[in-house]
């Protein structure tokens, strides 16, 4: 360090040379993210969270039908039941609820898989008579790897 009063003050800082390793371990791979090719009907009130969602879902190969509220999903659903392999739905909405959802679309189609988010902490939901271990449920907001993961996961009987 050399300071000189009326001048200011200069550090320095030696930092040992560090050379990158480079190998052809898996370990050092990054994961592949799991894709699908399966259609997922999305219910999310807010627009900008559905886009965003919808973007991610669809550069894994996944076909994405959009509802902005219960209602829409509702009709979506039924205009072709066999076409939706899972329904993604945000939990709280206004208008009718994802529980709501999810239990009008099993009456048309009682093993349709459904996958919640939500915002909202744990004791939200279970001040409506919901635990997030009773359903697939995540916490936005998403982490993108966590929601491809968990996508794929329910679509495959794992959860």
Same mark, same amino acid.
């Given at each position: 360090?050399?300071? /000189?009063? +009326?001048? +200011?003050?200069?550090?320095?800082?030696?930092? #040992?040379?560090?050379?990158?390793? /480079?190998?052809? *371990?898996?370990?050092?791979?990054?994961? =592949?993210?799991?894709?699908? *090719?399966?259609?997922?009907?999305?219910?999310?009130?807010?627009?900008?969270?559905?886009?965003?969602?919808?973007?991610?879902?669809? %550069?894994? @190969?996944? =076909?994405?039908?959009? &509802? +902005?509220?219960?209602? /829409?999903?509702?009709?979506?659903?039924?205009? !072709? #039941?066999?076409?939706? *392999?899972?329904?993604?739905?945000?939990?709280?909405?206004? @208008?009718? %609820? @994802?529980?709501?959802?999810?239990?009008? $679309?099993?009456?048309?189609?009682? %093993?349709?898989?459904?996958?919640?988010?939500? @915002?909202?902490?744990?004791?939200?939901?279970?001040?409506?008579?919901?635990?997030?271990? /009773?359903?697939?449920?995540? =916490?936005? #907001?998403? !982490? #993108?790897?966590? $929601?491809?993961?968990?996508?794929? &996961?329910?679509?495959? +009987?794992?959860?």
């Amino acid at each position: 360090m050399f300071s /000189q009063l +009326g001048v +200011g003050t200069t550090f320095r800082i030696y930092l #040992p040379l560090v050379t990158l390793r /480079q190998t052809g *371990d898996a370990d050092d791979a990054v994961p =592949t993210l799991p894709r699908g *090719d399966e259609t997922l009907l999305l219910v999310e009130d807010d627009r900008v969270v559905r886009k965003l969602l919808k973007k991610m879902l669809t %550069n894994y @190969g996944y =076909t994405v039908l959009e &509802a +902005g509220d219960g209602d /829409q999903a509702i009709a979506l659903f039924r205009a !072709n #039941p066999a076409a939706v *392999d899972l329904v993604i739905s945000d939990f709280i909405m206004p @208008g009718k %609820n @994802g529980k709501e959802v999810s239990d009008v $679309l099993r009456t048309i189609r009682p %093993n349709i898989k459904v996958l919640f988010i939500s @915002g909202y902490a744990d004791d939200v939901l279970i001040s409506r008579g919901i635990s997030s271990h /009773q359903l697939h449920y995540l =916490t936005k #907001p998403v !982490n #993108p790897e966590a $929601l491809l993961v968990k996508v794929r &996961a329910v679509l495959d +009987g794992h959860e």
